[in-house]
Structures are given as structure tokens and as C-alpha cells.
């Protein structure tokens, strides 16, 4: 998937745990884990504006886009 996942590297970064972040964010600690580790396919505007709110960043600091050069279609 293009879209990568610096959850980690942003708590990393502010030395928060996932259960802190759990608490000030009101996600439960299993669906933040999922985020973190990049297993989710979407993420609600809520929660990312949650998100930043309680680690001071912006979506693009916990959102990564690298171009896939896999060809989607047979004739690409």
C-alpha cells in the first residue's frame, strides 16, 4: 500500500506510550496498535484530528505516501 504509517516514529519522537496516547485520544489501545504497525486500510478525520491534537503534529508528519511503480492494470 502507498500509504505508510509513522504513527511509531512520531511517539517515538514525543516519548509517549501507546496506552497514554490511548487515554488522551479515546481509541482503545488494540485499534491505535493496528494503526501503528500500518494493519488498517482507513482512518476517521476524528481520530487523526484526535491524534495530532494529543501528539502536537500534523497528518503528514503520521501519513506517508510512496508512489507504488507496480502497474494496476495488465496494459499499464
Known amino acids: 500500500m502507498p500509504i505508510i504509517?509513522?504513527?511509531?516514529?512520531?511517539?517515538?519522537?514525543?516519548?509517549?506510550?501507546?496506552?497514554e496516547l490511548s487515554e488522551k485520544v479515546g481509541v482503545a489501545n488494540v485499534n491505535l496498535s493496528k494503526m501503528k504497525t500500518g494493519k488498517i486500510s482507513?482512518?476517521?478525520?476524528?481520530?487523526?484530528?484526535?491524534?495530532?491534537e494529543a501528539l502536537d503534529c500534523q497528518p503528514g508528519d503520521i501519513l506517508e505516501y510512496q508512489k507504488d511503480d507496480t502497474p494496476k492494470h495488465s496494459w499499464d
Do not use: G, N, Y
Open 5 to 19: 504509517m509513522r504513527l511509531d516514529r512520531v511517539m517515538a519522537d514525543r516519548k509517549i506510550s501507546l496506552k
Open 42 to 52: 482507513a482512518v476517521r478525520f476524528s481520530t487523526l484530528e484526535a491524534i495530532c
